[in-house]
T-cell receptor, first 108, second 114 residues
Framework: GIQVEQSPPDLILQEGANSTLRCNFS?????LQWFHQNPWGQLINLFY???GTKQNGRLSATTVATERYSLLYISSSQTTDSGVYFC??????????FGSGTRLQVQP | EAQVTQNPRYLITVTGKKLTVTCSQN?????MSWYRQDPGLGLRQIYY???????DKGDVPEGYKVSRKEKRNFPLILESPSPNQTSLYFC?????????????FGSGTRLTVV
């Protein structure tokens, strides 16, 4: 099946710093979603981004489907950005295949 | 507010005592699914449903049952829970059964089986 790899696995930032999270996938996809799992365990839908670039406030995402990667940018990070960021692709098995996540800790 | 509602949020139970985790969505979504999340194993799909009365197994269906009698509800049933079913469970729904678009998760149910 398709493999989804995320990097880095862990990231510690000072408040106000910028960061880039990467998601590589092993096969062509036309569905990719970024999620944020907050410290309370809730999974929040950030972007549906099969290709191109989207922005929402301090967050933006870019997917280059032909090169099989997606990037999530967080600018001017805040402590509330802490948590785990997952990318996931929807497969023909009617399921989301998740990467292993990037654990982000933003320190005040 | 569009949402997926799971209950309970936390549950501690004993081995063998049947339990049901409820899931309800108010978005008129046809597709619903259950996942479990475990350290080191990530999120794995248990069951999914493409529509009323249509359900199918995911990656880890053993020990679980589901039903889809109404479009909005998709309960997860553990008929005889065991400690290896201790996990964080998520229900999800989507407007499109063939896409990640609009995939919405519930707040999760943390289950402990002793």
């Amino acid at each position: 099946g398709i493999q989804v790899e995320q990097s880095p696995p862990d990231l510690i930032l000072q408040e106000g710093a910028n960061s880039t999270l990467r998601c590589n996938f092993s096969d062509s996809v036309n569905n990719l979603q970024w999620f944020h799992q907050n410290p309370w365990g809730q999974l929040i839908n950030l972007f549906y981004i099969p290709s191109g670039t989207k922005q929402n406030g301090r967050l933006s995402a870019t997917t280059v489907a032909t090169e099989r990667y997606s990037l999530l940018y967080i600018s001017s990070s805040q402590t509330t950005d802490s948590g785990v960021y997952f990318c996931a692709v929807f497969t023909g098995r009617r399921a989301l295949t998740f990467g292993s996540g990037t654990r982000l800790q933003v320190q005040p | 507010e569009a949402q997926v509602t799971q209950n309970p949020r936390y549950l501690i139970t004993v081995t063998g005592k049947k339990l049901t985790v409820t899931c309800s969505q108010n978005m008129n979504h046809e597709y619903m699914s259950w996942y479990r999340q475990d350290p080191g194993l990530g999120l794995r799909q248990i069951y999914y449903s493409m529509n009323v009365e249509v359900t199918d197994k995911g990656d880890v269906p053993e020990g679980y049952k589901v039903s889809r009698k109404e479009k909005r509800n998709f309960p997860l049933i553990l008929e005889s829970p065991s400690p290896n079913q201790t996990s964080l469970y998520f229900c999800a729904s989507s407007s499109s059964g063939g896409s990640a678009y609009g995939y919405t998760f519930g707040s999760g149910t943390r289950l402990t089986v002793v």
